[in-house]
């Protein structure tokens, strides 16, 4: 997937981190884009010659779907000619589009077509017969506002605070002095992030750190691997092998071999 500069509209800011897109014309392809946790759920839309699927589960995903939050590796995949679109959203922002316990959406994805409150059907029409990047972007921002407008969940500043500090020192923060500079007590702070999130914020900032391991990998800027475990705030190599090997099932030496010989 290819991020893409895009200026995101005024109003849809504090829920849109960025947008990304990709494209095959070649039509004896087999794709698989792996899905990595990172602790942001997105809105896509695509279209395949031959569907795409959200594996392990072996799931046909729709053309317009909502994901959650990525914690088991996953990928998806088709084959032949096909095009999307990522909205890519803040960590909190599925909670306000569908109104529901976003931990139900963690490694999942909701079919935006099954929803009956509002005519989604008709912005999957404009998505199909839109060919233009732009205007694709302008119909999805139009959805998203449409599905925000429709649920007025009430805002928690002090939950946004705390994903933009997390992100900001990536993952390497202590709980305890975020939960002191928001004034909040630790069982208040955990139940109120599950509820925005999906995650606790130790999982989040557990993901956010393994995102800045992954970062380091991806640019080859180090000597021995151990740098980048200890760079990216893991105790020890053991504590970053684990934890990689986690979120990706592979542990880091093998990553980097495959990302290499691409």
């Given at each position: 997937m290819q991020k893409v500069e895009y200026i995101i509209p005024?109003?849809?800011?504090?829920?849109?981190?960025?947008?990304?897109?990709?494209?095959?014309?070649?039509?004896?392809?087999?794709?698989?884009?792996?899905?990595?946790?990172?602790?942001?759920?997105?809105?896509m839309f695509q279209q395949s010659e031959n569907e795409f699927y959200f594996l392990p589960k072996k799931k046909k995903l729709s053309e317009l779907f909502l994901y959650g939050q990525t914690v088991e590796p996953a990928s998806l995949d088709t084959k032949g000619k096909f095009s999307f679109v990522v909205v890519q959203l803040y960590p909190f922002a599925s909670k306000y589009?569908?109104?529901?316990?976003?931990?139900?959406?963690?490694?999942?994805?909701?079919?935006?077509?099954?929803?009956?409150?509002?005519?989604?059907?008709?912005?999957?029409?404009?998505?199909?017969?839109?060919?233009?990047?732009?205007?694709?972007?302008?119909?999805?921002?139009?959805?998203?506002?449409?599905?925000?407008?429709?649920?007025k969940v009430s805002q928690d500043d002090r939950i946004q605070k705390a994903i933009e500090l997390i992100i900001k020192e990536n993952g390497r923060i202590k709980l305890k002095d975020l939960q002191d500079e928001l004034f909040i007590t630790e069982r208040t702070f955990e139940r109120n992030f599950i509820s925005q999130v999906g995650l606790t914020p130790k999982q989040f900032a557990k993901i956010i750190q393994f995102q800045t391991s992954l970062h380091k990998l991806n640019q080859s800027n180090f000597e021995?691997?151990?740098?980048?475990?200890?760079?990216?705030?893991?105790?020890?190599?053991?504590?970053?092998?684990?934890?990689?090997?986690?979120?990706?099932?592979?542990?880091?030496?093998?990553?980097?071999?495959?990302?290499?010989?691409?």
């Amino acid at each position: 997937m290819q991020k893409v500069e895009y200026i995101i509209p005024q109003n849809l800011e504090p829920y849109v981190n960025c947008i990304m897109v990709d494209e095959s014309d070649d039509p004896n392809t087999h794709t698989n884009i792996q899905l990595y946790a990172d602790g942001y759920p997105g809105i896509m839309f695509q279209q395949s010659e031959n569907e795409f699927y959200f594996l392990p589960k072996k799931k046909k995903l729709s053309e317009l779907f909502l994901y959650g939050q990525t914690v088991e590796p996953a990928s998806l995949d088709t084959k032949g000619k096909f095009s999307f679109v990522v909205v890519q959203l803040y960590p909190f922002a599925s909670k306000y589009l569908l109104g529901i316990d976003p931990k139900i959406l963690n490694d999942d994805c909701f079919d935006l077509l099954e929803l009956n409150h509002i005519d989604v059907k008709s912005y999957h029409e404009k998505l199909v017969d839109s060919v233009k990047l732009e205007e694709r972007v302008t119909i999805i921002s139009a959805l998203i506002l449409e599905l925000v407008e429709s649920h007025k969940v009430s805002q928690d500043d002090r939950i946004q605070k705390a994903i933009e500090l997390i992100i900001k020192e990536n993952g390497r923060i202590k709980l305890k002095d975020l939960q002191d500079e928001l004034f909040i007590t630790e069982r208040t702070f955990e139940r109120n992030f599950i509820s925005q999130v999906g995650l606790t914020p130790k999982q989040f900032a557990k993901i956010i750190q393994f995102q800045t391991s992954l970062h380091k990998l991806n640019q080859s800027n180090f000597e021995k691997l151990t740098e980048v475990g200890s760079d990216s705030g893991f105790a020890d190599q053991s504590h970053f092998i684990r934890t990689f090997k986690k979120y990706t099932g592979q542990t880091p030496s093998y990553y980097l071999k495959q990302i290499t010989a691409n």
